[in-house]
């Protein structure tokens, strides 16, 4: 009996490959498996190996007292605040550190002499506008004093202000002191930002989205010390919690949407508007609280007369607010743990219809969904305020754009980016508003796991939806492309090349793979939301993140963060080859003949076949001498005692043996590449004679031995016709070319767009529009 019997047992038992992996050992570790011991901070008092926070952790406090008027006329904000700053740290401060952001609007900002321009490159009007501008920007700061009125010695470098105390601040001590400012209100059409002004030629009026407005205070922390980072343009803010009272003036005529809760509606609201407001809060849709006619007729005139707004916030991390005559008001209430949250949109005419029909249903679905998945919503208003060409986040209130054409008619992509635009910014009182990341240092923690919800959150709203980012085919291209212009995630904000792809894509793809083919939902679910409720209203670090994601699911992704967020690598995997086995009987009757088939196969080689045509009488055939019992008979010729020895040997087989002997499975060797860098699981489909489909995951750590080949033995009853690797798209392989058995070309996508002359195409409403009327 031949011994094929014993060695497929031996494969069954050793399913994969095994190389020798000891010369990468020699001089240093490489392996994509090992551990994340040099990458990540050493646990501490403050932050445990958990992803916890310590039994020491500290965070300091801000309240702030403001007091902020806005001049319409000459667009300029003018602001005194107090503000009272905890020393919860076991530090002693000589100084505090204060964040002066306009200040990358002053003419000697570090932003506009480090900004890169090349006049090769193609340049709009409103670029060299831009470029060329010479706007009188940041603070003019007149006043630091102390308390009591005493002069405060401190020193502005750039966008950052040291303020020297008189007396070291302890541990456990307060200090309150005041700072008077002013600075002229950037147009943000012309010359862009985060906050500014959009003036409306039409009816000569403005919409004010006001942020960065007043000197902040910088964190302070048991990771960084002071971020005291200067703000160059794009990463964002680092900002303490605290609590806020403040007090807005603005033209009398004018509607205020703010962070906060509303202290004095009966001083700034009609009756009519107060009890709209009451109706709103029990009414599950949008009630209008100033009507689009009485926002029409209020933005006729101006007026000379001013009125204060009072709003105070508790808890929060910052605070900015919109106001314009111009605006239309609704609100609904939202139930989210058992409180009643106010969800509201602020928008012009111009936002309509737009506007009324999808923004505060986008704010109040997007509060529910988020807190689904990490923590309920903390706030008493969540707040969409509609401002063109702008996506820009703040606690309780976020600016939108969305403005379709002037027949009210909108294309199918303005409608969903303006739904997206809303969820991600108001998403964003998640992340970084509540669950407190550094943005000015790692992007990737509030815009990647914000972008992540935000995918969830649209694909909730809708079917199918057409979301930006989160699926794993939509980041191929990206990560296929030129590495020479990527980075890590884990890549300081202001160092990244493709910003949206780094910082938004690519993270929000790696935790849609963890939650589809890595973690799966239940366990992925389960420690996403462990880490919001660990961190909420702290300062969570991507140690903490990635030490939780492990430590609630007991998944060692160690192998996972290295690829996806230390790395450029990218996912490739090839099935190479697939070897068919049977399983011999040991029967020389039945396996004789079957072999003598696959021997018959082989001499079909084509030398065999001219050799019978070319040699016209091999010596053998010549001299009959020279032949004996091994060219009378084959291999394949079995006697009567090669069938008692069969005989005898199953008698001496259990009836488990006898019937793996007797199995009519067929066994399939298959080698797999990791052609990329980057170790992903194994998602394979198998396709069989009778039409029917198997899909087997076989888990990331198959590449555990820092193999790049790999062989895996499947068995099914069924004859096997071919297999697809990743074929649900779900791991961001980007050559599918080798990803099937027998080999398939896969043909590129491409589009052509025509060119057009003049104008844009009207969107597909304006066109049906047009039809009906003809």
Request: proline share 4%; aromatic share 14%.
């Amino acid at each position: 009996m031949r011994n094929t019997f014993y060695t497929l047992l031996g494969l069954l038992v050793l399913t994969f490959s095994v190389r020798t992996a000891t010369a990468q050992y020699e001089t240093y570790n490489n392996n994509k498996f090992k551990q994340l011991k040099e990458e990540l901070p050493t646990p501490n008092v403050y932050r445990t190996a958990s992803g916890a926070p310590g039994h020491e952790y500290y965070q300091q406090q801000a309240d702030y007292e403001i007091e902020v008027t806005l001049d319409d006329d000459n667009q300029t904000i003018t602001g005194k605040e107090t503000i009272t700053y905890y020393n919860n740290s076991p530090d002693d401060l000589k100084y505090l550190w204060v964040q002066l952001d306009q200040n990358v609007r002053a003419r000697d900002s570090q932003s506009k002499k480090i900004r890169q321009r090349s006049m090769n490159e193609k340049m709009s009007f409103g670029g060299m506008k831009r470029m060329m501008n010479d706007f009188d920007g940041g603070f003019k700061i007149s006043s630091v004093k102390t308390n009591r009125g005493a002069k405060l010695d401190h020193t502005i470098n750039y966008t950052m202000m040291r303020i020297d105390l008189p007396e070291t601040l302890e541990s456990g001590h307060t200090y309150t002191f005041q700072i008077e400012w002013n600075y002229n209100i950037n147009n943000r059409m012309e010359i862009g930002g985060r906050s500014g002004y959009e003036y409306f030629k039409k009816d000569s009026n403005y919409l004010y989205t006001i942020a960065q407005f007043y000197p902040r205070m910088a964190v302070y922390n048991d990771v960084e010390g002071w971020q005291n980072k200067q703000f160059l343009g794009r990463g964002e803010f680092a900002l303490p919690f605290g609590d806020y009272d403040v007090k807005i003036t603005v033209p009398a005529d004018h509607i205020v949407g703010s962070t906060g809760v509303l202290q004095n509606d009966r001083d700034v609201l009609t009756s009519k508007q107060r009890n709209r407001f009451e109706e709103a809060r029990e009414s599950d849709s949008p009630v209008l609280i100033v009507t689009e006619e009485e926002a029409i007729e209020n933005e006729k005139e101006g007026t000379s007369k001013t009125k204060t707004w009072h709003f105070e916030a508790e808890n929060v991390r910052d605070f900015a607010f919109a106001t314009s005559r111009k605006f239309i008001w609704d609100a609904q209430g939202v139930d989210v743990g058992g409180e009643r949250v106010m969800a509201m949109s602020y928008y012009p005419k111009e936002g309509n219809p737009l506007w009324e029909r999808y923004s505060t249903k986008a704010v109040a679905h997007t509060v529910k969904t988020y807190s689904k998945y990490t923590i309920d919503y903390p706030y008493p208003v969540a707040i969409s305020v509609n401002s063109k060409r702008i996506g820009m986040e703040y606690p309780m209130i976020c600016f939108n754009y969305g403005r379709p054409e002037e027949d009210g008619t909108y294309s199918e992509r303005l409608k969903y980016g303006m739904i997206s635009v809303i969820v991600h910014e108001v998403g964003h009182n998640f992340f970084p508003m509540i669950i407190n990341s550094d943005e000015r240092q790692w992007t990737w923690m509030d815009e990647g796991l914000n972008s992540f919800v935000q995918y969830l959150t649209e694909q909730e709203w809708e079917r199918n939806y057409p979301s930006r980012r989160g699926p794993a085919y939509k980041i191929v291209n990206y990560m296929k492309g030129d590495k020479s212009y990527q980075t890590p995630i884990m890549t300081n904000s202001e160092s990244i090349f493709q910003f949206g792809n780094n910082a938004y894509g690519k993270p929000a793809t790696a935790l849609n793979i963890l939650r589809e083919t890595v973690m799966g939902r239940e366990l992925f679910d389960y420690a996403f939301k462990t880490y919001a409720e660990r961190w909420a209203f702290k300062h969570p670090t991507p140690a903490d993140f990635f030490r939780t994601m492990e430590d609630a699911s007991a998944v060692d992704l160690d192998w996972f963060w290295r690829g996806w967020f230390y790395t450029t690598a990218h996912v490739d995997i090839a099935v190479n080859d697939v070897k068919w086995y049977k399983v011999e009987t040991g029967d020389p009757r039945i396996d004789n003949p079957i072999a003598r088939k696959m021997d018959d196969a082989d001499k079909k080689y084509i030398a065999n076949q001219r050799n019978a045509k070319s040699v016209e009488k091999t010596i053998t055939e010549k001299d009959t001498a020279t032949a004996d019992f091994y060219n009378r008979t084959d291999e394949y010729d079995y006697t009567s005692l090669d069938v008692e020895r069969f005989k005898e040997y199953t008698a001496s087989l259990n009836e488990e043996e006898k019937a793996m002997l007797d199995t009519n499975m067929n066994f399939y060797e298959m080698e797999f590449e990791l052609v990329g860098e980057l170790p992903m699981p194994i998602v394979a489909e198998f396709s069989f004679l009778d039409g029917s489909k198997e899909k087997i995951h076989i888990p990331a750590e198959i590449w555990r031995m820092g193999d790049e080949k790999v062989s895996k033995v499947f068995w099914f009853e069924k004859q096997l016709v071919g297999v697809e690797v990743d074929p649900n798209l779900e791991t961001a392989d980007v050559d599918r070319n080798n990803n099937y058995w027998p080999a398939r070309n896969i043909p590129s996508r491409f589009e052509l767009f025509k060119k057009q002359q003049r104008g844009s195409p009207k969107n597909r409403m304006q066109r049906f529009q047009e039809a009906e009327e003809r």
